[in-house]
């Protein structure tokens, strides 16, 4: 079986890409600030850099009936929203943030696809149509068994089969349309990168700030700040072998000396 690339044109630029040299971390974001600046030059090398990365993400979809060539340019046009949108001071890669943009793109690009495709113009399509109405079978393998088409054709066939059946712009039993189910309907990809950088941030802040405590703190907080049940501050004391009340002040000092710390590391993560 040939590769996907066979292609004159796609080899061609699979050859062209294996040449992209990849950024480090500094240079992409000073070609991001200068091309925010509006840098053109700068944009291109940003860009550029991330080509491989598309192609990646869009062999993802190969499966779906639609050729490569069209999704891969269906994800460089989703690389260039989120070059646009990407903001250098976030500790963040391109690469990291374009990801969302460039699959909702090839997604909406596969979903108009799916509006104009037509079925049923072989005796072998109208067969595989006929039995995925009755039985919604996915398994290729079956679905060419009774159809009479290769497992391959059937294969790209049952994304198909699924999408026309499932009516991508009229919802059924009044929930979300296939469309719907297809867009993301979360964070953001500024908001979900963000707070994945300040999760990650805020681990390493924690575990720093711990090692600044005594042993009887470090106990304090394990016992009583992140345990999923927390001690009783009496089974704490006979732990500590100190009054309940001691603990209690124990405790206060603990969480003055842990705020100062974070508030010193990253005001973020002690507000």
Not at 57 to 63: D, G, M, Q, W
């Amino acid at each position: 079986m040939g590769s996907i690339f066979d292609a004159p044109s796609l080899q061609a630029y699979r050859i062209k890409l294996g040449q992209v040299k990849q950024l480090d971390r500094e240079t992409e974001r000073e070609l991001a600030r200068a091309y925010l600046a509006g840098d053109r030059r700068a944009g291109d090398k940003l860009i550029e850099a991330c080509l491989p990365f598309v192609v990646a993400i869009a062999l993802e979809y190969r499966r779906w009936g639609v050729p490569i060539e069209d999704i891969i340019q269906q994800g460089n046009v989703g690389l260039l929203r989120a070059a646009s949108k990407f903001d250098p001071s976030r500790d963040c890669r391109l690469a990291t943030y374009a990801a969302y943009w460039i699959r909702a793109e090839i997604r909406e690009y596969v979903v108009r696809g799916y509006r104009v495709v037509r079925l049923g113009t072989t005796k072998a399509e109208r067969r595989a149509l006929r039995a995925y109405r009755m039985t919604k079978e996915s398994d290729p393998a079956a679905l060419a068994k009774v159809s009479g088409m290769t497992p391959e054709r059937a294969a790209g066939l049952i994304p198909l089969l699924a999408a026309r059946e499932a009516s991508i712009d009229v919802s059924r039993d009044e929930g979300p349309s296939l469309a719907d189910r297809l867009a993301a309907s979360g964070p953001s990809p500024e908001e979900t990168t963000a707070q994945r950088e300040l999760d990650t941030r805020s681990r390493a802040d924690v575990k720093l700030a711990l090692e600044d405590l005594t042993d009887r703190e470090k106990l304090i907080v394990r016992e009583r700040m992140m345990a999923e049940e927390p001690r009783t501050l009496q089974e704490l004391g006979d732990i500590l072998g100190v009054s309940k009340e001691r603990v209690r002040q124990l405790e206060e000092r603990t969480r003055s000396k842990l705020r100062a710390k974070l508030e010193a590391l990253s005001p973020l993560v002690a507000a």
